[in-house]
């Protein structure tokens, strides 16, 4: 018996980038742990990835290319080869292109894989020397990076270890236990300390019931409730002035908006009583080090950028930032020095590519969107749209259309992939060469493959060689190796990287970058904000000037290239769809929803594995005792959640752990498993 153990890294989409070990027995990979030398991952896997190796070896992986033999979403396919399908695609693209141009194929993906190589931009270059339709990755935090880098700048910012000496913790919008699970025990142990944590979030989540004061607000009033905290702060004279002269620019402007955010109106915006208000500004402002760990919910509303902007505002208008633990945490990301663009190859994009948000995908798919070059063909891969994207009715109306060309490359046959013509096998972590960043520590970690790709299955990287010989293209970018692309994906001589290397991440499978240790990251001890002024812009010159193409990636996060001079000073914009703002849609839908993340699951990966399943229980939506009485419903019956863009049906859950006319739909689950 041969036995080994193998350096992994949990691939997916998630701030803990968990370090691992797999068991391989005889070319099997047999178990896979948490590294316990890791600080961050600590030894500890969470419930989705701690049976990775039964994803991998699961009954359900598409392991040939498929070609479809049934009607669009039917799931019947027929095996063929590698050769089949490629030749197939070759037809129907080279075919669309001499039609309709290149811009009638359109390619679409997400964080299947958060590997730097098969990851966010591993299409990117191929579809850019193609001409296709540029996908816009907007999915998830484009509007609150925005945002924060208005204020803040391209920052990691605070190193998530340091809140062990944090006094004051501010989750705000985020459920750590289930999301950031990692995260907790540094939480956990400044609570010990005597920290007093705080979370603010419409539901009562396991991160609520484990805090140390719950605040419930209206969704999508957060803007209202962080101006609402400027305001307290600059009226009792809570400023840190020093900070605030040196380090910062606009406050007299951000003071006169705040301004419009007494108390009383604030309250009646968001929910929260005034008292609740007062304490919380006062106690961010007095006990520090104060922290803001934001999560991604905050951004989902009209006013999601604006409110992360106030929010940004708040730790240099006290002075957090002069500790250790002290600050606001968006994601460490940006002090990973990847060559994003030597990824993307944004250098190929021909002038006027027509650019499509990743969340109109169904209205792109059926007209609505008005393109000049109709979409005739969809590439998809690492991700399952009919299951993450907005107005499901009107992506499978899309989806079925017979002269849509789809190809899908995926691990199993998702909601989307029932959809596809031809169906390419992707591998899993195990099978596959990577090298990991993370948005929630400050480790980068290898990734080896642990055992031989299973089947026909190939990493990303490799699809898009095959792709690229497919069609004819032969610069020496589709000749790299992964190492190779790994060596060119990140700036091997930035003081980040200084002493790291290949070889030493092959010695110990991660390496904390050159930042300095946990207990002394205070970046913006002395301002060293990187924006244009180099200071905290509570009153941004990037929003003035009206220029929101950052620098950073472009095909990867950022989009919005709107060329609209914004508003310089954050403001509280009134959610599109509330109740309280909407009434006629609300005479309608009387009821908000919110779909959350699932403990159980990744995004929509996990909602068809056994054991997952199993954890996660029924899709249930989660209804107050009062909207329950007047509608008749007991606890268990199952309902209809409807409006015109999709349904589901689930079980209600009765509980007063939301707020009357909010109900709660965890993600996730898939319509067909
Ligand atoms: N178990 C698990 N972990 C995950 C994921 C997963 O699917 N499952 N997904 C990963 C990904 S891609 C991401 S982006 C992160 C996201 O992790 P989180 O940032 O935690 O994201 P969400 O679950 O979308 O939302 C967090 C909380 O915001 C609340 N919320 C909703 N609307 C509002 C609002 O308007 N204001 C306020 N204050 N709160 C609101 C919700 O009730 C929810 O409890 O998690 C990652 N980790
Ligand atoms: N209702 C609701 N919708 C949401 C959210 C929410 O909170 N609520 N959150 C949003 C957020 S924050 C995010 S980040 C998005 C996430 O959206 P996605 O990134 O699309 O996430 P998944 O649904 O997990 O889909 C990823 C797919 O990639 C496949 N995959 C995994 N590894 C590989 C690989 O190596 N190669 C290939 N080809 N495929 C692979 C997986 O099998 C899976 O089907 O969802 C968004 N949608
Ligand atoms: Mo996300």
Redesign the pocket.
């Known amino acids: 018996m041969l036995e080994s153990s193998v350096l992994s890294a949990c ?3 998630c701030p803990d980038t968990c370090v691992m070990i797999t068991t391989v027995r005889d070319g099997v990979a047999v178990k896979v742990r948490g590294n316990p030398d890791h600080p961050f991952t600590r030894g500890g896997l969470c419930v989705k990835v701690n049976d990775y190796e039964h994803r991998v070896y699961s009954s359900d992986r598409i392991l040939q290319p498929l070609r479809r033999i049934g009607p669009k979403g039917s799931g019947s396919f027929e095996t063929i080869s590698w050769d089949a399908a490629l030749a197939e695609i070759k037809t129907r693209w080279t075919a669309i292109i001499d039609e309709s141009g290149p811009a009638a194929i359109l390619p679409y ?5 958060q ?1 730097t190589l ?2 966010l931009s ?1 299409g990117d270059a191929f579809f850019n020397k193609l001409g296709a339709t540029i996908s816009e990755r907007t ?3 484009s509007g609150a990076i925005t945002a924060f880098f208005m204020t803040c700048g391209p920052t990691a910012a605070i190193d998530p270890e340091s809140f062990v000496h944090s006094r004051f913790i501010v989750l705000w919008a985020i459920n750590s236990i289930s999301t950031n699970l990692h995260h907790w025990p540094f939480i956990a142990e400044a609570q010990r300390r005597g920290a007093k944590v705080v979370v603010i979030d419409p539901v009562t989540t396991r991160t609520a019931k484990a805090a140390d004061w719950h605040i419930n607000l209206r969704p999508g009033t957060d803007a209202a409730l962080a101006l609402g905290m400027i305001n307290v702060i600059i009226a009792e004279d809570l400023i840190d002035h020093d900070y605030v002269e040196r380090y910062t620019v606009g406050f007299e402007d951000l003071k006169a908006r705040a301004a419009a955010f007494p108390p009383a109106r604030v309250a009646e915006i968001t929910g929260v009583a005034e008292d609740d208000l007062l304490a919380l500004a006062r106690g961010f402002a007095t006990t520090q080090p104060s922290v803001i760990r934001m999560g ?2 905050i951004e ?1 509303s009209a006013s999601g950028g604006n409110a992360v902007r106030a929010l940004s505002c708040l730790p240099a208008l006290v002075g957090s930032w002069r500790h250790c633990g002290g600050g606001i945490m968006h994601m460490p990301i940006w002090a990973f020095p990847v060559r994003w663009d030597a990824l993307s190859r944004p250098d190929w994009i021909k002038p006027g590519t027509p650019v499509v948000n990743q969340w109109r995908l169904g209205q792109a798919l059926t007209g609505e969107l008005g393109l000049a070059t109709p979409i005739r063909s969809l590439m ?6 009919i ?4 107005e499901q009715a009107k992506l499978e109306q899309g989806l079925s259309r017979e002269d849509l060309f789809t190809v ?5 046959l ?1 909601d ?2 029932r959809f596809a013509d031809i169906v ?1 096998p ?4 195990l099978e ?1 060469f990577d090298v990991m960043f993370s948005w929630g520590h400050l480790y980068l970690t290898l990734n080896e493959p642990a055992i031989a790709p299973l089947g026909e299955a190939v ?2 990287t490799e ?1 898009f060689r095959r792709l690229a010989r497919t069609m004819g293209f032969d610069d020496p970018y589709w000749a790299m190796t992964d190492e190779d692309m790994a060596q060119m994906a990140f700036d091997w001589t930035s003081p980040a990287l200084e002493g790291i290397d290949l070889a030493t991440l092959r010695a110990k499978g991660y390496a904390r970058l050159n930042v300095g240790s946990a207990d002394d990251f205070v970046p913006h001890r002395e301002g060293n904000s990187p924006t244009p002024s180099g200071k905290c812009e509570f009153k941004s010159s990037i929003a003035a000037g009206g220029n929101m193409v950052l620098p950073l990636f472009r095909q990867g996060y950022m989009g919005g290239q709107s060329g609209e001079a914004l508003d310089p000073l954050p403001d509280y914009l009134p959610a599109r769809e509330s109740p309280q703002t909407n009434p006629q849609l609300a005479s309608r839908y009387p009821l908000g929803m ?4 699932s403990h159980a ?7 068809n594995l056994r054991k997952q399943l199993h954890h996660a229980g029924e899709q249930k939506v989660l209804i107050n005792p009062a909207d329950a009485l007047t509608r008749g419903i007991a606890a268990g019956d199952v309902v209809r959640v409807y409006n015109d863009r999709g349904s589901f049906d689930a079980a209600a859950d009765v509980s007063a752990d939301t707020m009357a006319g909010i109900v709660v ?4 689950y898939w319509a067909r498993r």
């Open positions: 691939p997916h989409d993906s997400y964080l299947g894989t590997g098969n990851g591993v999915f998830c935090d991604v919910a989902r998809v891969y690492n991700s399952n749209p299951v993450v994207a907005p899908v490359s995926e691990q199993f998702t989307t992939a390419l992707a591998t899993t972590q596959q990493p990303n699809l919110l779909s959350p993340k699951f990744l995004n929509s990966s996990y909602g739909a965890p993600m996730g």
